[in-house]
Each structure stands twice: as C-alpha cells, then as structure tokens.
C-alpha cells in the first residue's frame, strides 16, 4: 500500500505569507498527486492535479510542484479565505487512493 | 445546478445496517466513476469505496471490505452505500464525489466534485 505523509501537521501564518506544505508518498507515485482544500464543516475542493496543474477557477496565489514522492504546495501570499485543511491524494495505485493525513493553516 | 446531495446517515446502534444514497444532478451521471470517502470526527479523509460508470467494477478500502458495497441506478442518477455490520470506528461524515480521468493515463484521476457529506454514526 501506499502512504502519504504531510508535514507539518499544522502551521501558523498570516494575511500576505508565503505558505509551503509538503506531501511525501512512500514509494514513486510518478506525478499522481492531487491537492484539496476543505474548510469546517464543507466538502474537500480540488485545487491542484497532476502534481502541478491548476483547476479551473482556483487562483493563480496556488502552485504545486514535484515528482516521484515529494511534492509541495505553496500558496504564494495568503488569503483569509485560505485558513483551512488541506489534503494531498495519489492515485497511483487507482482503483484504490489515499489522502495525507492533512495540513492546518491557522492564523 | 451540478450538485450530489448525499442522505441516510443517523445514529446506529453496532452491528447494524444503513444505506446511504447520494443523488446526482446536472451532469450526465452514468458517463463517470463514482467514489464514497468518509471522515471520523476531528480527523482526516479516508477513501471507502469506488463504482464504475457502468456499475461494473467495484472495490473497497480493506476497513470496509466485506462489510460495504457500493452501487448506483443510473436511470435514477443515484449511488448508493449499503454499510453492514457497523461499528463504532466506521462513525463518520461519509462523502460522495464524482471522479474524473484527466488523461488517458490509467493513474490520471481526481474527484472534483463532492456533496456536502452526511453523518453516520454507530453507538449503542
């Protein structure tokens, strides 16, 4: 099986930061690395696919970046819509997936 | 609108059964693989289970194997989770969401779109 690991677990920033989250697979997972953001109490929404893609209608402020088992997500000045969880996905080993266990940005 | 609305979920007592349902609309249901993924209280997303467009194919995390099956009714634009033998670890807010190949790749795929969830849980 394959598990993914976020770190840090949680992080503290402000209005205007530079944010980076990484995510690391325990085995190569090529570029099959999704991101989501999920706010209390709301369902997970897609930000980035294949490693580095943006999804339509997410701001440019998200990147991601990375291959084979490290990957990041940076969100380039943070929003206050942005304090969330957010989650990386591979789905290298489709029809099963995995999440991380989830990254808190806090203010 | 483009929206799943899941239903079913409440208190039950372990060692009993459920189903949820998640209706689907605005988008042409029978063409995509559907997923359930759950969340326990306070903790992160846990993929459960996935059907095939055509209801085909079917597989389950190993904490549900056995005891959940996944189905859908395309004529009814609805996917269904039967969760038998619950237990007090199954107790979460489950999710459905649409699952989408961005690639002919076999590996390319995301959800990218969820319902708003629907809490199950099992306590005596």
């Known amino acids: 099986d394959i598990q993914m690991t976020q770190s840090p677990s949680s992080l503290s920033a402000s209005v205007g930061d530079r944010v980076t989250i990484t995510c690391q697979a325990s085995q190569s997972i090529n570029t099959y690395l999704n991101w989501y953001q999920q706010k209390p109490g709301k369902a997970p929404k897609l930000l980035i696919y294949a490693a580095s893609s943006l999804q339509s209608g997410v701001p440019s402020r998200f990147s991601g970046s990375g291959s084979g088992t490290d990957f990041t997500l940076t969100i380039s000045s943070l929003q206050p819509e942005d304090f969330a969880t957010y989650y990386c996905q591979q789905s290298y080993s489709t029809p099963l997936f995995t999440f991380g266990p989830g990254t808190k940005v806090v203010i | 609108q483009v929206q799943l609305v899941e239903s079913g979920g409440g208190v039950v007592q372990p060692g009993r059964s459920l189903r949820l349902s998640c209706a689907a609309s605005?988008?042409?249901?029978?063409?995509?693989?559907m997923h359930w993924v759950r969340q326990a209280p306070g903790k992160g997303l846990e993929w459960v289970a996935v059907?095939?467009?055509?209801?085909?194919?079917?597989y389950y995390a190993d904490s549900v194997k056995g005891r959940f099956t996944i189905s859908r009714d395309n004529s009814k634009n609805t996917l269904y989770l039967q969760m038998n033998s619950l237990r007090a670890e199954d107790t979460a807010v489950y999710y459905c969401?649409?699952?989408?190949?961005?690639?002919?790749?076999?590996?390319?795929?995301?959800?990218?779109?969820w319902g708003r969830g629907t809490l199950v849980t099992v306590s005596s």
């Open positions: 605005g988008f042409t249901f029978s063409s995509y693989g």
């Open positions: 059907i095939s467009y055509d209801g085909s194919n079917k």
């Open positions: 969401a649409k699952g989408v190949r961005y690639s002919s790749s076999w590996y390319a795929w995301y959800f990218d779109l």
